[in-house]
């Protein structure tokens, strides 16, 4: 079993930044390739960014791409997501995720941005 906690959202102005956390528990959590989504109103859940289990690769949406950057703590059990110059299309709940046997997911943290 894996546990997920997001923290971090809150309310910006469009220009903003905001960086998001996911704490993980229940097993070992270096070497597992760890990943941010969102889902805004009315709309499916859309993958954001991703991050090898070794720190070295990531991977972004190109709706992010140059504005947000993913990272990781494997001494703190922890995923980041630094979000910069936000967009009220930003606006959603984010999600961290990671799949390990099965998929898991946090409860998951809202991000607003007003324009």
């Known amino acids: 079993q894996v546990q997920l906690l997001e923290s971090g959202g809150g309310l910006v102005q469009a220009g903003g930044s905001l960086r998001l956390s996911c704490a993980a528990s229940?097993?070992?959590?270096?070497?597992?390739?760890m990943g941010w989504y969102r889902q805004a109103p009315g709309k499916e859940r859309e993958f954001v960014a991703s991050?090898?289990?070794?720190?070295?690769?990531?991977y972004y949406s190109d709706a992010v791409k140059g504005r947000f950057s993913i990272s990781r703590d494997d001494a703190k059990n922890t995923v980041y997501l630094q979000m910069n110059s936000l967009r009220p299309e930003d606006t959603a709940i984010y999600y961290c995720?990671?799949?390990?046997?099965?998929?898991?997911w946090g409860q998951g943290t809202q991000v607003t941005v007003s324009s």
């Open positions: 229940g097993r070992t959590f270096s070497g597992i390739h």
């Open positions: 995720s990671t799949t390990y046997g099965a998929t898991y």
């Open positions: 991050i090898s289990g070794s720190g070295y690769s990531t």
